[in-house]
C-alpha cells in the first residue's frame, strides 16, 4: 500500500521589490542598506544571481548563488508593524509596505512551517529552489528601530527565506505557484532555530 502523498502546496506572488545600496541614518548612525526596496510594475527578469536591478549591501551575509532572492510571507507585515509600534519605534509611523524587511518576493499561501530546505516554488517559467531561512543580521535592529527585533524574528519564525534560482527567467505580481517537495527533513522555521539560537543567549 503507498503512503498518503504530501498535500499540494501552493501560493500567489502579490508583489516583486528591488532596490539600490544606499547609505541611511538611523538614530545617530549612518548605515549603508539596500533593505527598503519598492515595488516593480510590469514582469522582471530574474537571473542566478537575482532580480534585474537589485543590489545587496554586505555580500556576507545577503545574495550570492544560493541567496539570490530573498522571499517573505506577506501575512508577516502586520505583525512587524505592531513590534514595532509596540516597542516604541517612533521614527517609523507608517505602515510597513512590500519590500519593507527587504524582501524581493512578497508571497501569499505559505510560511516558514510549511516550506522545508530543498521546496521548489514552481512558477512554470521560473523554479525558485529554497536554501535557508533569512537569519537577521547585525544592521536588521538598527533598521527596524528597536532593540529586539532580531531577537522577535527569531522567537516568532517571521523570517521569509532564501532562494536559489534554479530555472531564470521572468516573473510579474499575480503569478501563482506551486510548491514541488525535496527532501522535506527540515522545514524554514526549525533550520532557523537550529542556526540562530546562539546568538541569542
Given at each position: 500500500?503507498?503512503?498518503p502523498s504530501a498535500p499540494?502546496?501552493?501560493?500567489?506572488?502579490?508583489?516583486?521589490?528591488?532596490?539600490?545600496?544606499?547609505?541611511?541614518?538611523?538614530?545617530?548612525?549612518?548605515?549603508?542598506?539596500?533593505?527598503?526596496?519598492?515595488?516593480?510594475?510590469?514582469?522582471?527578469?530574474?537571473?542566478?544571481?537575482?532580480?534585474?536591478?537589485?543590489?545587496?549591501?554586505?555580500?556576507?551575509?545577503?545574495?550570492?548563488?544560493?541567496?539570490?532572492?530573498?522571499?517573505?510571507?506577506?501575512?508577516h507585515l502586520p505583525w512587524?508593524?505592531?513590534?514595532?509600534?509596540?516597542?516604541?519605534?517612533?521614527?517609523?509611523?507608517?505602515?510597513?509596505?512590500?519590500?519593507?524587511?527587504?524582501?524581493?518576493?512578497?508571497?501569499?499561501?505559505?510560511?516558514?512551517?510549511?516550506?522545508?530546505?530543498?521546496?521548489?516554488?514552481?512558477?512554470?517559467?521560473?523554479?525558485?529552489?529554497?536554501?535557508?531561512?533569512?537569519?537577521?543580521?547585525?544592521?536588521?535592529?538598527?533598521?527596524?528601530?528597536?532593540?529586539?527585533?532580531?531577537?522577535?524574528?527569531?522567537?516568532?519564525?517571521?523570517?521569509?527565506?532564501?532562494?536559489?534560482?534554479?530555472?531564470?527567467?521572468?516573473?510579474?505580481?499575480?503569478?501563482?505557484?506551486?510548491?514541488?517537495?525535496?527532501?522535506?527533513?527540515?522545514?524554514?522555521?526549525?533550520?532557523?532555530?537550529?542556526?540562530?539560537?546562539?546568538?541569542?543567549?
Amino acid at each position: 500500500m503507498q503512503p498518503p502523498s504530501a498535500p499540494v502546496i501552493a501560493g500567489v506572488l502579490l508583489s516583486l521589490q528591488t532596490g539600490q545600496a544606499r547609505p541611511i541614518m538611523v538614530g545617530r548612525r549612518k548605515l549603508v542598506s539596500a533593505i527598503g526596496k519598492t515595488v516593480v510594475t510590469g514582469s522582471i527578469e530574474i537571473g542566478v544571481m537575482g532580480l534585474t536591478g537589485d543590489e545587496q549591501a554586505d555580500l556576507t551575509v545577503h545574495g550570492g548563488l544560493s541567496k539570490a532572492v530573498y522571499a517573505l510571507p506577506a501575512e508577516h507585515l502586520p505583525w512587524w508593524q505592531a513590534r514595532r509600534q509596540a516597542e516604541g519605534a517612533t521614527m517609523f509611523d507608517e505602515a510597513l509596505t512590500p519590500g519593507g524587511l527587504g524582501e524581493n518576493l512578497s508571497l501569499q499561501g505559505v510560511s516558514e512551517t510549511d516550506l522545508f530546505i530543498g521546496d521548489c516554488l514552481d512558477f512554470g517559467d521560473v523554479l525558485l529552489r529554497i536554501t535557508q531561512p533569512r537569519e537577521p543580521c547585525g544592521k536588521f535592529n538598527a533598521v527596524m528601530g528597536y532593540a529586539n527585533a532580531a531577537k522577535d524574528m527569531v522567537q516568532s519564525g517571521r523570517c521569509g527565506f532564501y532562494l536559489a534560482v534554479d530555472k531564470p527567467g521572468r516573473l510579474q505580481a499575480g503569478a501563482s505557484f506551486q510548491v514541488i517537495p525535496g527532501h522535506r527533513l527540515v522545514s524554514v522555521a526549525q533550520a532557523l532555530q537550529h542556526k540562530a539560537w546562539k546568538h541569542l543567549r
